[in-house]
């Protein structure tokens, strides 16, 4: 097999997970959660969204969890940025980096921003100034890349489309998105045939939810590809309050097993992520 010896792997818990639990997670218990998700080595940790608290109330407080975290000098931290408004709000709780997102499906793309793609592309062009002036490190998902809930299979040619012209841009990172986790491989090789043939390895992420267990089997095959960023969420939590049916992220338990099992290394210690988990379920 030709895989990578080193995986970055992204923690989505704290955002893409508790932005979809139908229990308030309290504010001390989210900054534990990701303390300990950061003391576990992850290398990136997505701690909270500056998206509309009418639309996701779970993240209303991303400002105070980004005013309290305690961060470690060599974590990145992403917050969700929907528009201006939220990247004015990162940036004054000392937000250094930012995910924003669109997605390859237009139906999927209206119903979670209340935007066309093109809309939300040209929102794009009016955050990313002002995150370059502040030094913003800048990572894009694009969404429903593979199954849209509404509009069903989506094309690599929909998706190209959306990653061309993010990739005008210059952003650091771009985060294919199996939203409500309905790929399987034979889907994930014909795009990440695309994507490498577009844009660099080391700037492409795959963001698998594992609803119906395919996840492992996705990851596998990219990783195959040279593919060597995954998003996962400890524990498995996860979901998007706009897609119907997605259920939690891969979990990030389960990557690292896997990934560690084949002798590629993350730096990443993986009974201290099933702390991070355990700690957190006795809020939900
Ligand atoms: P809108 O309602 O169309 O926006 O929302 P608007 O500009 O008309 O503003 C309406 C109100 O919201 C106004 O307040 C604004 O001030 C306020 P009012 O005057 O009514 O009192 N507002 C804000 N407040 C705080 N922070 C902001 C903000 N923006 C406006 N940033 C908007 C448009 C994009 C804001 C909204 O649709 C939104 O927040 N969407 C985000 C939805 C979301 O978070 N979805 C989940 C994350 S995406 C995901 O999970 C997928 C991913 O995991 C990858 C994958 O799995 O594929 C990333
Ligand atoms: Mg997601």
């Known amino acids: 097999m030709n895989l990578p010896s080193h995986v970055k792997v992204v923690e989505v818990g704290p955002r893409d997970g508790l932005q979809n639990e139908k229990r308030a997670v309290s504010l001390e218990a989210k900054i534990a959660f990701i303390e300990t998700l950061a003391e576990a080595g992850l290398p990136v940790v997505e701690a909270g969204a500056f998206v509309s608290p009418k639309w996701v109330p779970q993240m209303a407080d ?17 917050a969700l940025v929907p528009n201006l408004k939220g990247l004015e709000r990162a940036l004054a709780v000392g937000v250094t980096d930012i995910a924003l997102f669109t997605a390859a499906s237009e139906t999927f793309c209206q119903r979670n921003m209340n935007m066309t793609i093109e809309e939300s592309l040209q929102g794009f062009q009016s955050i990313l100034p002002t995150a370059r002036q502040a030094h913003c490190w800048v990572r894009v998902y694009v969404s429903t890349a593979f199954v849209c809930p509404y509009e069903g299979k ?16 210059g952003v650091d990172e771009i985060s294919i998105g199996d939203t409500i986790g309905a790929a399987v491989p034979t889907d994930v090789e014909p795009l990440t045939l695309r ?17 119906r267990g395919t996840a492992l089997a996705n990851t596998l095959c990219a990783l195959q590809m040279g593919v060597s960023i995954f998003d996962s969420s400890a524990g498995g939590l996860g979901g998007c309050p706009f897609a119907p ?3 939690g992220n891969l979990a990030t338990e389960s990557l690292l097993y896997m990934l560690h099992g084949m002798g590629i290394e993350t730096g990443v210690d993986v009974s201290k992520v099933a702390e991070a988990s355990r700690q957190l379920q006795s809020q939900l």
């Open 62 to 78: 991303s400002d105070a969890v980004f005013q309290r975290i305690q961060r470690l000098p060599n974590t990145r931290y992403p």
């Open 245 to 247: 049916g997605a259920a």
């Open 195 to 211: 994507l490498l043939d577009a844009m660099p390895a080391n700037q492409l992420a795959y963001h698998f939810h594992d609803t």
């Open 154 to 169: 989506v094309s690599p040619d929909a998706v190209m489309r959306v990653v061309s012209r993010i990739l005008e841009w």
